[in-house]
């Protein structure tokens, strides 16, 4: 029993020593939250500007710079345009555009505003139409068949570019007001 006691009381001592001994718990450190970065979506490009950008209408975006629109198509708008590609140019008959550039402020410039609609009328209202009056002036017919959707004899090919100042719809054909 005595041996038992002698065991009890080293236990003891021992846990006492160890509880002296031993050094206080690390306090815990919680880290301050950081902010998780924020990355800005990068500022929408005007009409012209996306036109620029995008390679595809550099006949247009010559002949816009020439009839002087393009500080009107980088204005606060909105504006539709029905942008017809460089292919669509090649469609002219030869000398057309060099005819037209001659004398940019006149039957270019009309022809320019006729691919041009006040407001910002995105595919889904496009489809509901059968007409839109144009910068121009005159109308132009869009009709809906099988899902295509024309602008006279253009067919709209690209829907719903958005830009800073309105939307680009991508055409086909080059389109020319009535006589």
């Known amino acids: 029993m005595k041996k038992l006691l002698v065991i009890l009381a080293i236990l003891v001592i021992g846990i006492r020593i160890a509880g002296c ?8 450190v919680t880290p301050a939250p950081t902010a998780a970065p924020t990355t800005a979506a990068p500022p929408m ?9 995008d390679g595809r209408f550099t006949t247009l975006v010559a002949a816009v710079q020439a ?9 606060p708008g909105p504006f539709t345009v029905f942008a017809p590609t460089d292919d669509a140019f090649k469609k002219l008959p030869a000398g057309t555009v060099e005819s037209l550039l001659q004398e940019p402020e006149g039957q270019l ?3 320019l505003l006729y691919h041009v609609v006040d407001g ?9 139409l059968s007409s839109a009056k144009t910068l121009q002036g ?6 809906v068949a099988g ?33």
């Open 21 to 28: 001994t031993s050094q206080p718990p690390a306090p815990v």
């Open 45 to 53: 490009k005007t009409i012209v500007e996306t036109a620029v950008a």
């Open 67 to 75: 009839a002087k629109l393009d500080g009107a198509l980088s204005g």
């Open 109 to 111: 410039k009309q022809i």
């Open 120 to 128: 910002n009328v995105m595919a889904a209202d496009v489809v509901k």
């Open 138 to 143: 005159s109308n132009v017919n869009i009709t």
């Open 147 to 179: 899902g295509v959707v024309t602008i006279n004899d253009a067919t709209v090919i690209i829907t719903d570019i958005q830009t800073q100042n309105g939307v680009i719809h991508v055409i086909d054909t080059v389109l020319l007001p009535p006589a």
